[in-house]
Every structure is written in C-alpha cells, then in structure tokens.
C-alpha cells in the first residue's frame, strides 16, 4: 500500500468512517469535513432567565420574552420548545401555559421539537452518512425512529 492510500484511509478513520470509500461517498452527500466538526449552535451567554427577570422584561409575554432572549437561536433556526425547556424550564411550562389562550404573535416562531425536526428534513438537513453527534445524523436519526414507531403500530392494528 503505497502513502497516499494509507494517508487517505487515516483521513477517513479520522472522519470515523472505516474506509476512504465510504468517507468519499459520505462527503459528496454534504458530511462534514472533520471529526470535531458540528453545525453551529448559537448560543448567547449569559442568558436572562424567567423568573428572574425585571424592568420592562417583568411586562413581556412569553414569546416576547423569548424572541428578545433568544434572538440568536431564532436567527439561525435552531431553536424550538425543547431548547427553551431545557434550559429555563418555568419559562417552558409559561409559553405553553399562555398558548392555551393566545396565539403565537406574528413574526415569532417557536416550534416544538417534533415539528422542527420535521421542518430541518424537508430543508435536507438529514444526512445519513454524516459522523455521529452531528446535526444531520441527528435529525436523520429522528425520522428514522419515526418511521419504525409508525411501521411497529401498523403491525399491531
């Protein structure tokens, strides 16, 4: 084996793939290009929480609140229910309180996790050749439990 295949075969090992065959076809479909590589999670830090929260933010509904709090996750997309939950809970069971009597305001989007999953595949953001702990792999993942879940209930009817 000459170096230039056993420097590719370490890349693709790098990439966590077995062979430089399947690192080249996961690569065409869009996998990323290192092992540490990941979408970009936007995060702002500090982030104000629920029940601290005073001065004009004391009178802002839920989704006011959220649309001014997590601007950055809105902008990028990746925000949904879930990431609300998991890190300022009350304000979670707040939004979902005040959902049961008001609509959401124009121009503020928070999905539920479910629903953002749904809406990351249709823009082809599942990839089932990307590296494990990605975005991709994560949604293609999702839908992938989906459909067994619905394929296992058939077979129960």
Known sequence: MDNTAHDLNALAGNL???SFEQAK???ERGAPTTAHEKPA???AQPRALWEDRKGTDAKLS???FIAKHYAAEMAAGTLHRGVIAKE???LAVKLASWLRTHDMPEGVDIPTLPEWITRQAEAGKAKAFAPAGTEGRRIYTALWNRRRRAERREANL
């Open 16 to 18: 966590g793939y077995t």
């Open 25 to 27: 076809i996961a690569l």
């Open 41 to 43: 999670r936007v995060k």
């Open 62 to 64: 839920p989704p006011e």
């Open 88 to 90: 300022d809970k009350p």
